[in-house]
């Protein structure tokens, strides 16, 4: 695809979005839910020839189908085409997918596709980073329950009602919800805190290196 389809595709990207989000409005008059529903129709129609024109296209048609990016085309309409045999209306997840479009407009933006890039990149390092931090957040959720079972067991029943703790506290979320009562859940907790804010400067350092290094390869 040329560049010169590249701003309207990503316009038409982001009005479906716009459209997607208008549905859920309350009390839509029927005039409106009927332009929303041939728009929908419009979008679905043009990102289908995309899609078919990018495989007539493609040197590798199978390679292309099973990308990322085919992925993404072919997941971007498949919901219209499954209303057909089915009740999306009670399949939600599925209409949900429409949102999979977002990401078409990486394909259409620079900074998008170093940063895909970049990630890719960083890809073992950002997987030994998540793998650690899962492991901490398990053992913040035992280290909890520990000190706070005793105290408030209708609040920290098991192991696995604490997990919500460690989440909120090594986000540094802190929603207040559930919190430590004491002494040493107190001090526990401040120690997870210290961790929690060190851990969400980690990807980021991670992510910036890579991007760097991305921006020397295409200079």
Not at 50 to 61: A, M, N, T, V, W
Request: glycine share 4%.
């Amino acid at each position: 695809m040329t560049q010169n389809f590249e701003r309207p595709l990503t316009i038409l990207i982001l009005y479906s979005v716009f459209c997607f989000s208008l549905e859920t409005l309350p009390n839509l008059s029927a005039d409106t839910r009927l332009f929303l529903k041939y728009s929908e129709i419009v979008v679905v129609v043009i990102f289908t020839c995309e899609y078919f024109i990018r495989i007539l296209l493609s040197p590798k048609r199978l390679r292309f189908i099973f990308s990322f990016y085919g992925l993404v085309d072919l997941i971007a309409i498949l919901p219209f085409y499954l209303a057909f045999a089915i009740d999306l209306r009670s399949f939600r997840l599925i209409r949900l997918l429409r949102l999979i479009r977002v990401l078409k407009v990486a394909r259409y933006n620079s900074a998008l596709q170093r940063f895909s890039k970049a990630l890719f990149l960083a890809k073992e390092e950002l997987a030994i980073f998540t793998g650690l931090s899962l492991i901490l957040l398990y053992l913040s959720a035992v280290g909890i329950y520990h000190f706070e079972h005793v105290a408030q067991p209708e609040v920290f029943k098991s192991i696995f009602d604490s997990l919500w703790w460690s989440v909120a506290t090594l986000t540094t979320v802190g929603y207040g919800d559930i919190y430590p009562i004491t002494i040493g859940g107190r001090f526990f907790t401040f120690i997870i805190l210290m961790i929690g804010l060190g851990l969400v400067a980690v990807p980021t350092g991670i992510v910036a290196s890579a991007l760097s290094a991305v921006r020397r390869q295409s200079e």
